[in-house]
C-alpha cells in the first residue's frame, strides 16, 4: 500500500463526525441553545429512571426453552409468586411458639393479594368417610406432642413437604401473591411489621423468593447507580486535577464528560428500557471515555493549537473511537436476550448520543475558555517512550514473543469455565444469600424445578420414584404424592379426588392439556459445584425418563446462562472484527488489519486468561466487559494511528513516524489511561459482584492494551513499514 501523500491527511478516519464540532464552532449560539435544550430534557428525564425487576430477563433468550418457560407462565392464571418465609429457632419449636407460627399464616391470608399459604398447619390426614378431605393434623390446640403427630404423618410415606424439619427448629411458610392484585414488595412490606408484633425474641425470620430477589437487586441498584456515578464524577475530576495541573483544561475534559453520561440514562427513559445490574455501569463507563476524548482534544490545544484546529485534527479519531465503542456494543445485539439487547442498543446509540454532546459542549467551552502555559507533567511522555522504545528496539523478537503470549494466554482462556451465579448479582449486605442457603439446607431449595410429564401415569408414577432417590425428602410435589396420601399410590387420583384439594394447587399439578407437573424445590444450581451436580442428575434422570420439558427458573439459570456465554462469545468475535474492519475501512488500508488484530486482540485473551487467578469462572458479565473493553482497548490504537498517519504523510520514515506519534499521542494515552482507571475504579467499591467485575476486567483490558499499543504496535508497524497505513 503506497504511503500517505503529503496533502492527505487522516481528517476522514471518523467518517465526518467531527463536523458535529465544527458546526457548533461556526454556529455557536445556535448550538448553545440546542445544547440547553438537550440537557434541559435530560435533566427532566432523570427522575423517571426505571430499574427492571424481572428475574427471568436475565437468563431467557429465543430458544425452545425459554419459549416454553414463557408459555407455562402465561398460562398462569392468576399469575402467582411465592414469598417464602424461614422462621428459625436456636432450641426444638415449642407448642406455644407453634400456635404463635400458625396464628401468623392464619393473618397472612388476610392480606391483599395473598391467595393461599402453605405451611405445616395446612397439613391433613388421609381423608375418610367422616372427612373427606382429611382431618387437620394440627387440632384447635397444638399439644407439646406435635412433633409425635409430624413424625406420624410422615411414616404415611407420601413424601409431601411439611414445611417444618425433623429437628422442629425451622419451619416454612410459603404464601401464594396473586401479581394482578398486588406487588410482592408490598407484600413483604405488611409480614414483616407481622413478625415483629408477634414472633418472641428466640425466633428469627427471614424472607426470600425468586420475585423478592429481584426486589432486593433493584433496591441495591438504586443506590448503586447515584453513588457510582457521583463518586465516579468526584475521582476523575481530582484525578484530573493532579494529571493535567490546569483547571480550565480539567473543566473542559470532564463537563462535557458529565452531560454525556447524563444522557444514556435519559435514554434509557426515552427508549422505555429500565436499568439493569449490567447497563447499570453504561453511564459510568461513558463518563470515562468522554473524559478521554477530553483529554485529548484538550491535549492539543495546550500544545499550542485553537479549538478549531482540536477539533479537526483530533475529533475524527474520537469520532472514530466512539463508532468502534458503539459496534462492541452493537454485537451484543446476537445474544438473543431481551435484556442484553436492551444493554446493547442503549450502549451504542448512548455512546453516540455521548460523543455528539461531548462534541459539541468541548467545542463552545474551547472557544471561551483559553488553557493556561503550565506544561503537562513530564513522567506520562516518558512512560511512553521508554515502552515504545523497548518494543522497536527488536521489532522481529517484539513480535514473536507477543504471538507466542497470545497463544497461550488463548489456550488458558479456553479452559475457563462457563458460571452463572445469581446469588452475586445481590447486594453484598444482602442477608438473603444466606437465608436461601438455610432453605436448601432445611428444605431442599427455594427454586422450584417443574418437570411435565404426557400425563401417563405409570410414567410419572416411575419417574417420581426415581427423583426421590435422588432429593431430599419433602422437595417433591406431584399428583404421585397425592395418591399415597389417598392410599392409593399405584391409581391416579380422580377429578372427584382432586376436587377435594385446594383449586390452586391441583391447577398447578395438571395442566389444562392434561400433562402431568412434578415440583422439585431445589438450590440456586449454581451456588456451588456440589449443587450444580446434583441439578443436572435431576435434570438428565427427568429426561431419560420422558419428561416432555422440564422448567422454573433453576433450570433456565442452568441451561440458558451458558447457552448465554456462547453466544456472548460469538459477540465478542464479531465486535473483534466489526471494529477492525471499521479502523481498517477508516485508514482505507485493508493491509491494517494484521497490525490491528493482534494488538487488540492480545490485551482480551489475556484478561481472560487472568480470570483463573481473581474470578475463577467465565460469566456473562465477564464476556461483555471483553467485548466493551475491545471498542475501549481499540481507541488508543486509532489515537496513534492517526498520529503517525500524519507524520507519515509529512514524509517521516517508518522509524520517525513512531517517535512522532509516541511523542504527540503517547504522554496522553498514558494520561488517559490513568483516568479510565481512577473512574472505573469506583465500580470495585460496588456492592454487586458483577460490577466489581465488569470494572476490574475493563480496567485490566485497559492496562494491557496500551502496554500493547506502545510495545507492539509501534514494533509492527516499523516491522511491516508503510503497506499497513493510508490514509
Not at 399469575?79 to 422462621?87: A, E, G, R
Not at 408414577?461 to 404424592?481: C, D
Request: charged share 15%; glycine share 8%; net charge negative.
Amino acid at each position: 500500500m503506497p504511503r500517505c501523500g503529503p496533502d492527505r491527511v487522516p481528517l476522514g478516519i471518523g467518517f465526518g463526525a467531527e463536523r458535529i464540532g465544527l458546526l457548533a464552532l461556526r454556529f455557536p449560539k445556535a448550538a448553545t441553545a440546542v445544547l440547553i435544550a438537550l440537557v434541559a430534557f435530560i435533566a427532566l428525564s432523570l427522575p423517571h429512571v426505571t430499574f427492571d425487576e424481572d428475574i427471568h430477563r436475565a437468563f431467557l433468550s429465543d430458544s425452545p426453552l425459554s419459549q416454553a418457560q414463557r408459555t407455562y407462565a402465561a398460562e398462569q392464571d392468576p399469575p402467582l409468586s411465592t414469598v417464602l418465609v424461614h422462621v428459625e429457632s436456636p432450641e426444638p419449636l415449642t407448642a406455644q411458639q407453634m400456635g404463635t407460627l400458625r396464628d401468623l399464616s392464619l393473618d397472612f391470608e388476610f392480606i391483599e393479594g395473598v391467595t393461599a399459604v402453605a405451611s405445616p398447619f395446612v397439613l391433613r390426614w388421609p381423608p375418610d368417610r367422616d372427612a373427606p378431605s382429611g382431618t387437620p393434623v394440627f387440632g384447635p390446640e397444638i399439644g407439646e406432642n406435635f412433633a409425635q403427630d409430624l413424625t406420624a404423618f410422615r411414616t404415611l410415606q407420601t413424601g409431601l413437604p411439611t414445611f417444618v424439619t425433623s429437628s422442629a427448629t425451622a419451619v416454612l411458610l410459603a404464601l401464594s401473591v396473586d401479581t394482578n392484585q398486588t406487588t410482592v414488595t408490598q407484600v413483604v412490606d405488611q409480614i414483616a411489621p407481622r413478625f415483629d408484633r408477634l414472633l418472641q425474641p428466640a425466633l428469627s425470620a427471614r424472607i426470600t423468593g425468586e420475585d423478592v430477589i429481584s426486589a432486593e437487586i433493584v433496591a441495591g441498584l438504586k443506590d448503586s447507580l447515584i453513588s457510582l456515578n457521583i463518586w465516579g464524577v468526584l475521582a476523575i475530576a481530582l484525578a484530573a486535577c493532579i494529571l493535567l495541573r490546569d483547571l480550565r483544561m480539567v473543566l473542559l475534559a470532564t463537563a462535557p464528560a458529565v452531560a454525556g453520561a447524563a444522557g444514556v440514562l435519559a435514554l434509557s427513559v426515552w427508549l422505555g428500557y429500565p436499568i439493569t445490574v449490567l447497563s447499570n455501569v453504561i453511564p459510568v463507563l461513558l463518563l470515562v471515555l468522554g473524559v478521554a476524548d477530553g483529554v485529548h482534544l484538550a491535549g492539543h490545544i495546550k500544545s499550542g493549537g485553537t479549538a478549531r484546529e482540536a477539533v479537526s485534527a483530533v475529533g475524527p479519531a474520537c469520532g472514530l473511537t466512539a463508532l468502534t465503542t458503539a459496534v462492541a456494543f452493537a454485537s451484543i445485539t446476537l445474544s438473543g436476550n431481551a435484556q442484553l439487547f436492551e444493554f446493547a442498543i442503549l450502549g451504542a446509540v448512548g455512546t453516540l448520543l455521548s460523543f455528539v454532546i461531548v462534541m459539541v459542549s468541548f467545542a463552545l467551552l474551547a472557544k471561551c475558555l483559553p488553557l493556561s502555559n503550565s506544561p503537562l507533567p513530564k513522567s506520562p511522555a516518558l512512560v511512553a517512550r521508554v515502552l515504545a522504545g523497548l518494543g522497536t528496539a527488536r521489532s522481529d523478537v517484539t513480535v514473536a514473543l507477543c504471538f507466542a503470549l497470545l497463544i497461550g494466554a488463548a489456550w488458558g482462556f479456553s479452559q475457563t469455565t462457563a458460571w452463572f451465579p445469581l446469588y452475586q448479582n445481590l447486594p453484598d449486605d444482602s442477608a438473603m444469600v444466606q437465608t436461601n442457603d438455610r432453605i436448601a439446607q432445611d428444605f431442599g431449595g427455594v427454586f422450584q424445578m417443574i418437570i411435565e410429564t404426557d400425563g401417563d401415569w405409570d410414567r410419572t408414577h416411575a419417574l417420581v420414584t426415581e427423583l426421590e432417590g435422588l432429593t431430599a425428602a419433602g422437595t417433591i410435589l406431584s399428583e404421585v404424592n397425592i395418591a399415597r396420601w389417598l392410599g392409593r399410590p399405584t391409581l391416579r387420583p380422580t377429578s372427584k379426588d382432586m376436587a377435594a384439594l385446594p383449586e390452586a394447587l391441583v391447577g398447578q399439578l395438571r395442566a389444562t392439556s392434561g400433562a402431568s407437573r412434578i415440583f422439585v424445590s431445589v438450590p440456586e444450581p449454581m451456588r456451588s459445584p456440589d449443587t450444580l451436580a446434583a441439578f443436572d442428575k435431576l435434570y438428565d434422570t427427568a429426561r431419560a425418563s420422558g419428561a416432555q420439558r422440564v422448567l422454573g427458573l433453576p433450570t433456565i439459570m442452568r441451561r440458558e446462562a451458558v447457552g448465554l456465554v456462547s453466544q456472548l462469545s460469538m459477540g465478542l468475535v464479531a465486535a473483534a472484527l466489526g471494529a477492525t474492519l471499521l479502523v481498517a475501512l477508516a485508514f482505507r488500508s485493508a493491509n491494517l488489519v494484521p497490525a490491528l488484530i493482534i494488538p487488540n486482540t492480545l490485551p482480551l485473551i489475556l484478561t481472560g486468561a487472568s480470570l483463573h487467578l481473581w474470578a475463577g469462572q467465565l460469566t456473562p458479565t465477564a464476556v461483555l466487559a471483553l467485548t466493551i473493553a475491545f471498542g475501549i482497548a481499540i481507541d488508543d490504537t486509532v489515537h496513534f494511528l492517526s498520529r503517525y498517519a500524519a507524520a507519515r504523510n509529512a514524509g517521516q520514515s517508518e522509524r520517525e513516524a513512531v517517535k512522532s506519534a509516541t511523542r504527540a499521542a503517547g504522554q496522553v494515552m498514558v494520561v488517559t489511561t490513568l483516568l479510565l482507571t481512577i473512574g472505573l475504579s469506583v465500580t470495585l467499591l460496588s456492592e454487586f459482584t458483577p460490577i466489581r467485575l465488569f470494572g476490574g476486567m475493563m480496567i485490566v483490558t485497559l492496562w494491557a492494551a496500551l502496554l500493547v499499543d506502545l510495545l507492539l504496535l509501534p514494533a509492527l508497524l516499523i516491522l511491516k513499514g508503510s503497506r499497513h497505513v493510508s490514509a
